[in-house]
């Protein structure tokens, strides 16, 4: 991939704090901050971790140019020794985060950075907008696969997508979600998710009929095509069409691979109008998909009234996320060194008691059931706390205080990965296809109540009764 600076795509209140801690003397000092969200989106079970592979990247070039410097002068308001000081910056922190296609939860960390404040504070804008969006889209396209019952679902948004990277970007996360493929040219390019496609309604106009329009472009592309039929009239002409040219040109020359795409009516109706047609004519094998503006909710309903679709073309309504277009991941402080390297906990106090932060440097434990494999339980613990799954392990409920649970037959693991250390990424990134699998593997793993789309079981994340109480100590300073 071609490499990208993006060292000024950050807010501009960063630059003003990492001058003040230039002048104050904190640059030096090394700070701790998570990357977590509060809430999922569509009143969801789970999210779905992604953008990991673009933060490395970002982390990997991150450097500031002489005409960003000289941007920066030009305000008028950083000290000429904090310019200096951007001028041979390069990120020299460490990064711990969860592989990208993990079921993530509210309020458990999917990273943490550790790193000289200056440093920790410059990245927070880029690492917060890759990460909330492409969970968020990952998140929307497994609801969609989940919906669709094991058929295919490609993603179709780029035209509705914000931006180029709402595209790009987005359609990777899709494709980790667990999309098969997309329409996005680029986006195979760039990150190898397959891109593939059929034809709009202005080929079908380009010919004196629609006959003529489908035996042409089975003629050039004679490996598995798609007929989009509903241009004039979907049952008069357009199946009826498609089949003429299936038995006339592909037939003959042994070609068993092909598809028609419903792009409008009723999906439901026509689905099962046109496999009737195509079976009486023998032809079985063809496959059948169907777009236009669907989701989860008209997907499964459309499983539901037993429509007879193979494939699902998702575009403006996954790739937009249109439901639930925000994912509210942020960025916060939870411990500094002090001179002596004693990590030092750091929490924020709010009235909205959903807005106060679980203070410390932590690492994330999730349990399985050895029975069942299927995960129990996420506990965030300090980070020199271990957990041995060969001994009896209590949960300590932190919302009910008298509530624990005793595991015993289980297996705990380490969500957090090292992905910098000391400035040098130590992480291989898999490829998008190893991502999608370890991602349809995870979700496995979870229970089906959890999966539900309308009020999902809550999954537990919990402190460890060590964190808890280092919290409550800290509440207790701050009045609270």
């Known amino acids: 991939m071609e490499e990208k600076n993006f060292s000024m795509l950050c807010d501009f209140y960063e630059f003003t704090m990492s001058n003040g801690y230039f002048k104050n003397g904190f640059y030096k000092q090394n700070v701790y901050f998570d990357v977590f969200f509060r809430k999922v989106p569509d009143n969801g079970g789970f999210a779905i971790a992604a953008g990991l592979e673009q933060v490395i990247d970002y982390i990997k070039n991150l450097r500031f140019e002489d005409s960003d410097i000289e941007f920066l002068r030009s305000k008028r308001i950083f000290d000429e020794d904090f310019l200096s000081y951007l001028k041979d910056f390069k990120f020299t922190g460490d990064i711990y985060a969860v592989p990208e296609g993990t079921p993530v939860f509210p309020n458990e960390p999917i990273m943490t950075v550790k790193a000289p404040a200056i440093e920790a504070q410059l990245i927070e804008t880029f690492v917060l907008l890759t990460f909330n969006h492409q969970t968020l889209i990952a998140t929307k396209a497994n609801r969609i696969v989940r919906s669709a019952q094991g058929r295919a679902v490609i993603e179709f948004g780029s035209r509705r997508a914000q931006g180029v990277s709402g595209a790009v970007d987005g359609a990777r996360a899709a494709y980790i979600g667990g999309c098969v493929g997309t329409a996005c040219t680029l986006t195979d ?278 964190l808890y109480e280092i919290k409550n100590i800290l509440l207790n300073v701050y009045g609270v």
């Open 189 to 466: 390019k760039l990150y190898g998710v397959p891109a593939g496609g059929t034809m709009a309604h202005s080929w079908i106009q380009m010919f004196d009929s629609e006959y003529d329009a489908f035996k042409a472009y089975c003629e050039l592309y004679p490996d598995n095509p798609t007929l989009l039929v509903d241009t004039y009239n979907t049952l008069k002409s357009g199946v009826p069409n498609a089949i003429k040219v299936f038995k006339e040109v592909l037939v003959p020359k042994g070609k068993t691979e092909f598809s028609i795409r419903l792009d409008s009516g009723d999906i439901s109706y026509l689905s099962k109008k046109a496999r009737k047609m195509l079976d009486d004519a023998g032809l079985q094998n063809c496959k059948i998909t169907a777009s236009n503006a669907l989701d989860e909710y008209l997907i499964r309903d459309l499983m539901m009234q037993g429509a007879k679709v193979d494939t699902f073309g998702v575009g403006e309504r996954l790739i937009t996320s249109s439901s639930s277009p925000v994912f509210g991941g942020v960025y916060k402080l939870v411990a500094v060194e002090n001179e002596g390297g004693e990590v030092v906990p750091k929490i924020k106090v709010s009235e909205n008691t959903a807005k106060i932060t679980n203070p410390h440097f932590k690492k994330v434990y999730r349990y399985y059931d050895n029975e069942s494999g299927k995960a129990l339980a996420d506990e965030l613990c300090v980070y020199d706390e271990v957990v041995d799954s060969s001994k009896p392990h209590t949960i300590f409920d932190s919302n009910a205080t008298w509530k624990t649970k005793t595991l015993t037959d289980f297996t705990a693991k380490e969500l957090l990965v090292p992905i910098f250390k000391k400035g040098k990424c130590v992480y291989e990134s898999p490829s998008i296809q190893e991502i999608a699998q370890y991602c349809k593997a995870q979700i496995e793993l979870l229970w089906d109540e959890v999966k539900r789309f309308e009020n999902p079981h809550t999954y537990y994340v919990d402190l460890s009764k060590k």
